[in-house]
């Protein structure tokens, strides 16, 4: 009896810790990790495309010189592309006298215009553009390309009347001008005078040949020919890209 009585003691005792060792297992804590954020590879963000670039030259405004047999018909160019270097631009004139028939069309020397660039450019006519009044212009592009290319500016710029002080007459334009890059020695550089009267209209101009003599700068000087005694000039140049 005493032994039967032992037995289920046993049993009621393993009994019982089956039970805590279960409920200990069941209410133990247990710390469940975070789910990992995965991040892919940034994706960069693609370069802006710009816009088309507007390539033309625009002729911003004419004028004529005249006096004796000669006259210089005057036009200002502008590069409306913001991104290409117009090379090869021809302006294609043409002089017409106080009754408005025209009288002679001739051609410039072909020069080059940087993006944005502002360039004043003539031609000279002897004998078939006596007494011009005015001057139409239109302009031939031989190409365009994506380089800034070389430009310059003038300063220092003055005006002396050299004959027939007064009224029509011709005279020097002297000035300052600078390359914005280098210009190998030697090279030609093509000058161009514009002259205008105190409303800014263009009353002449002129041109002359400039072998580049090395460094940044050079002193010009540039026949003109002019209908007045001009309120103010300015020169413009250009030279092979």
Not at 40 to 68: I, Y
Not at 71 to 79: D, E, K, R, S
Request: with cysteine.
């Amino acid at each position: 009896m005493d032994r039967m009585v032992h037995i289920r003691a046993l049993h009621a005792a393993c009994a019982a810790a089956a039970v805590l060792a279960v409920a200990a297992c069941g209410s133990g804590s247990s710390s469940t990790p975070p789910p990992t954020s995965h991040r892919g590879t940034p994706t960069p963000a693609p370069t802006p495309t710009p816009p088309p670039d507007t390539l033309s030259v625009a002729v911003s405004t004419t004028g004529v010189g005249a006096w004796q047999l000669v006259a210089v018909p005057v036009a200002v160019l502008h590069n409306t592309a913001t991104r290409h270097g117009a090379k090869g631009v021809v302006v294609h004139f043409t002089t017409f006298g106080a009754n408005g028939k025209p009288q002679h069309t001739l051609n410039s020397v072909a020069v080059n215009l940087p993006p944005a660039a502002t360039v004043a450019v003539t031609a000279d006519c002897t004998d078939v553009c006596n007494d011009a009044a005015s001057a139409s212009a239109t302009v031939d592009v031989t190409s365009w390309v994506e380089s800034a290319g070389i430009g310059f500016t003038g300063s220092a710029t003055s005006y002396a009347c050299s004959a027939g002080c007064g009224g029509r007459q011709s005279g020097e334009v002297s000035a300052t001008i600078t390359a914005s890059g280098t210009v190998a020695s030697g090279s030609p550089v093509a000058v161009f005078a514009q002259c205008v009267n105190s409303a800014g209209g263009i009353i002449g101009g002129g041109a002359s040949q400039l072998m580049w003599p090395g460094g940044s700068s050079a002193p010009v000087n540039v026949s003109a020919i002019v209908n007045r005694q001009p309120a103010s000039c300015s020169v413009s140049a250009s030279t092979g890209w």
